[in-house]
């Protein structure tokens, strides 16, 4: 079973105006003490594994506790190299502060595990050029994740510069300040960033059951036909903020883009159902009713594309629930 993570973490180590190299001789000095003590006095120290490197940038202390709980969360099950950094508008320009927190997990069986957790306040010229600030601390042969906790600053150097040393970049969507200007952000990503960038959203993950509970009614092949009987699809949320509109969206786009659905202009509709809550809906007129890229009777352009029975859509479609690899849901085709 897993160890909780204590509330109050342990700070080993903590200083004002450093330089990295400072910050990773105090690291290797932690890890070099608590190797010795765990071993026996006929054992050699034990060798440190590392499966992965996780970046999280915080711009605010709110967003810096989130990232310390849950990497230090993940770092007692996954042996990891962990670094939160924070920007802090109250220090001198260029200025560094660091700390390095830990925690100790002791399964039943084997040795104990030490995760550390270094945390940086920077500012000015060090926040602006994290790549260079964090490369020291980096480990090479490990997937390096970078989490942004909070809205992205897409265009500007100082995201762009972090993007060259990570192998995948993980988001919120939900904490988008402008959750369509930042979806559309996020389709050029591609443009600015290395080929192999990898892209996960914590709230399309939060999604999982829901799209397993609707792509069951499609699970088996005779039932996909019925797919082509879909006129419209609408999700109710509760909950007035941003982040519950990003998640019944995300669910719209998915099904939409499951169905085979392309259309003109906006597709989204929302209206209030009930306080603190509302409604999306999307719609599209069957290809066997007006002429496909005709006008339905609301003056909408309307296109339509005919699931098969074998489960795929054509053209360009993704599979349908329950059938293959699904895309995520793309703005641009709403």
Known sequence: MAQAVKAEPDVLWSKEHV??????EALSDIRKKFALEEAQDAEHPHPRS???TLIAIASNEAEERRAQRAARTIGMSHPAQLIVICDQPHLKPGQIDA????DTHRPQSGCGVQCELVNLHVRGAAGEHLAALVDPLVPSGVPTYLWWVGTPPFGKHEFTDALRICDSLVIDSSRFDAPYRS???LTHLGESSHQKLGVADLQWARLEPWRETVAQFFSPADRRPFMNGISEVGVDYVGDGRGNRVGASLLIGWMASALGWKRGGRALRRRRVAPGGGRLQVGAQRADGPGRGE???SGRLVQRQDVQPDGDARP???APPGGGRIPGP???RW
């Open 19 to 24: 330089s990295m190299s400072v910050v990773l």
């Open 50 to 52: 590392c499966v992965m």
């Open 99 to 102: 700390s390095i927190i830990t």
């Open 183 to 185: 979806f559309m952000e």
């Open 295 to 297: 006008r339905d009777p």
């Open 316 to 318: 360009g479609a993704g």
């Open 330 to 332: 793309s703005l641009d």
